[in-house]
């Protein structure tokens, strides 16, 4: 089916180890973004990516790596996870002017 | 920068009653968009209604429709003929109108909508 997907859905890791959460879209939108949610906060903006190996920080940046070698996916990437990480992140997808989400996949890191 | 701002943390509404839920928004901009998301218990963020600063008209989805106040900077969601599966959170966002680093979306921190029978 069309339509954007993350994995994991769950995950559960330590502090210090890396965790790539995945992103795929079969739209062909050109830009791709992840978002974490947090109670409080509604949803943030980690990084986005305008097309192809085009990527640019948003409003909280830290600790996060993206990467985007193909237009459908947008991987992210916690280098070494620390609890504050701990969240719900969300990957979206958009050509115009609406962002379409992924389901999310809720992270926890003891 | 822009905010956007949801007084309501939690709302309740009987099912088939009316409610509204209320958003107001900062921006120095003229040209922008405004949408309401959907969040149920599975998480998924669902788009329930957009609207377009410079179109004056309100927007209307079926049961759900917005009062948009450009001048007011506010824009409330009227859900009527409320059912069970509206139960869920509801997000307010903003957006520039154009790409590039506008892209990105600004939410409020969201409201709880209740359905009681």
């Known amino acids: 089916d069309a339509g954007i997907t993350q994995s994991p859905r769950y995950k559960i890791t330590e502090t210090g180890r890396q965790v790539t959460l995945m992103c795929h879209q079969t739209?062909?939108?050109?830009?791709m973004f992840w978002y974490r949610q947090d109670l409080g906060h509604g949803l943030r903006l980690i990084y986005y990516?305008?097309?192809?190996?085009?990527?640019d920080k948003g409003e909280v940046p830290d600790g996060y790596v993206v990467s985007r070698s193909k237009t459908e996916n947008f991987p992210l990437t916690l280098e070494s996870a620390t609890r504050s990480q701990t969240s719900v992140y969300f990957c979206?997808?958009?050509?115009?002017?609406?962002?379409?989400f992924g389901p999310g996949t809720r992270l926890t890191v003891l | 920068a822009q905010t956007v701002t949801q007084s309501q943390p939690e709302m309740s509404v009987q099912e088939a009653e009316t409610v509204t839920l209320s958003c107001t928004y900062d921006?120095?901009?003229?040209?922008?968009?405004l949408f309401w998301y959907k969040q149920p218990p599975s998480r998924q963020m669902i788009l329930v209604i957009r609207?377009?600063?410079?179109?004056?008209q309100n927007a209307t989805e079926n049961r759900f429709s917005v009062n948009f106040q450009k001048a007011a900077k506010s824009f409330s969601l009227k859900i009527s003929d409320s059912q069970l599966g509206d139960a869920a959170m509801y997000f307010c966002?903003?957006?520039?109108?154009?790409?590039?680093?506008?892209?990105?979306?600004?939410f409020g921190t969201g409201t709880r909508l209740q359905v009681t029978l």
């Open positions: 979206a997808s958009s050509e115009l002017d609406t962002q379409y």
């Open positions: 739209w062909s939108h050109s830009y």
């Open positions: 990516s305008a097309a192809a190996d085009i990527t």
């Open positions: 921006t120095s901009e003229s040209d922008y968009y």
């Open positions: 609207q377009e600063a410079y179109k004056q």
């Open positions: 966002a903003y957006r520039r109108r154009y790409t590039g680093t506008a892209s990105k979306l600004t």
